[in-house]
């Protein structure tokens, strides 16, 4: 099959051809059967072709495949809203809006929060991942390959280390950096929000220090700066709960959403205090694709399965058959190349590093193809693409779940 239409600026980690999958199992066009630890990055929380998604897919594409709200409101979107601002866990008035995608969903949290502070800048993370449009871009917390040749980027944008016990940035030494920031950088009276991930995705599987967030709470309360979470990965049973942020003890003013949010048909939203969300024009949000009913139709259906009993058993599961694999490879040890287990719940890294601690992101290469001519599909993360991000549907079957940790352990005894 020729890919010579097919921009060659587009990265593949895996130079296969899917064909179809169910739940946690894809298939390539050889026939080819793989687990799949990708979960196409973080988006099929509920699995391939869920049964309830792929029904209310084909229902309401008999009713009405497509209108843009904004024209003339349609019920799915209606009723989405009502049930997303329900299930988001804050004490205040929720309304929001939908997107086409989590990057959509934070350009226009940026257009949110300049209508309703006055102001421009934004403070981000080192490692951070956004989005790949324009004024995300000027977010991520990496240059390569994001920012290359590009020019200048909307802004102005600062960023900040990011403490996480996964990557030995403390709570003091981020917060000494933003005493910096505003004594040497910007004039805090400038800032229109902080935008952080309460674990971070592309940047390695970092959960966000606790109390660096309860600190970073209470700042931009004193300083009349919003907070925005960025959920587009973590969110929706990632880690256990509906949403990370809740372990972090605080409510951020906007939240970005994504991903799994409709079992794998493109929608996003940004959610959030009712007062910021109405304060732009008639006309300033809006779109015409966003909120496509068929797209609200499977957020409904994915809705209906994430009871928080569910998440909870979902993520606990899968986090003890990680942690448990990965304790025992360590006390082996499997591999002198076995690193750090990073994040929280079911959104978990393994780093690769040398015996110095040194990334390695060699072996990490090594590793994807070993893994996959094995029938196991992963995914990198990390500033140096060293961590693998296991991604696999919340929905495993505990069996294949094992059986894809096997071929894993299998590989890292293989890497040289």
């Not at 066009?29 to 391939?48: A, C, M, P, S």
Request: aromatic content about 6%.
């Amino acid at each position: 099959m020729s890919r010579e239409t097919i921009s060659q600026s587009i990265s593949i980690v895996h130079p296969i051809s899917l064909s179809h999958g169910k739940n946690a199992e894809v298939w390539d066009t050889t026939g080819k059967r793989y687990i799949d630890f990708v979960g196409g990055i973080g988006v099929l929380n509920l699995g391939h072709c869920h049964p309830g998604v792929v029904e209310a897919i084909r229902e309401q594409a008999t009713r009405l495949t497509h209108y843009a709200f904004n024209a003339a409101p349609h019920a799915p979107y209606i009723e989405l809203m009502d049930r997303l601002c329900a299930f988001i866990p804050v004490d205040y008035a929720v309304s929001g809006m939908l997107t086409n995608s989590g990057a959509e969903a934070a350009e226009n949290a940026l257009k949110i929060v300049r209508g309703a502070t006055g102001r421009t800048a934004v403070i981000a993370f080192d490692g951070a991942f956004h989005g790949r449009t324009l004024a995300t871009l000027n977010l991520n917390g990496k240059v390569a390959p994001y920012k290359q040749k590009v020019g200048v980027l909307p802004g102005p944008v600062y960023h900040l280390p990011y403490p996480s016990a996964d990557n030995g940035v403390t709570c003091a030494e981020a917060l000494k950096a933003m005493d910096r920031l505003f004594s040497v950088e910007i004039d805090v009276n400038d800032v229109a929000c902080f935008i952080i991930e309460p674990v971070q995705g592309e940047g390695g599987f970092l959960a966000l220090d606790i109390e660096f967030a309860q600190a970073l709470r209470r700042f931009c309360d004193e300083n009349n700066i919003l907070l925005i979470a960025d959920e587009i990965q973590s969110g929706f049973g990632r880690t256990g709960q509906r949403f990370a942020f809740s372990r972090l003890g605080i409510e951020p003013d906007l939240i970005l959403l994504g991903k799994s949010i409709a079992g794998g048909v493109p929608l996003g939203a940004v959610v959030g205090r009712k007062a910021l969300l109405d304060n732009l024009p008639k006309g300033g949000l809006g779109g015409t694709y966003s909120g496509n009913p068929i797209a609200c139709a499977a957020a409904l259906a994915t809705l209906d399965a994430m009871t928080d009993e569910q998440l909870k058993t979902w993520g606990s599961q899968q986090e003890a058959a990680i942690v448990s694999r990965y304790t025992a490879w360590r006390e082996q040890p499997l591999s002198p190349y076995l690193g750090r287990l990073t994040g929280v719940g079911a959104m978990r890294g393994i780093e690769l590093a040398h015996a110095d601690g040194t990334p390695a992101p060699q072996q990490l290469t090594q590793l994807l193809s070993l893994a996959r001519e094995a029938g196991l599909l992963l995914m990198p993360s990390g500033k140096s693409r060293h961590i693998i991000r296991l991604l696999a549907p919340l929905t495993t079957e505990p069996a294949v779940l094992e059986q894809g940790l096997d071929i894993l352990e299998a590989c890292l005894k293989q890497l040289a």
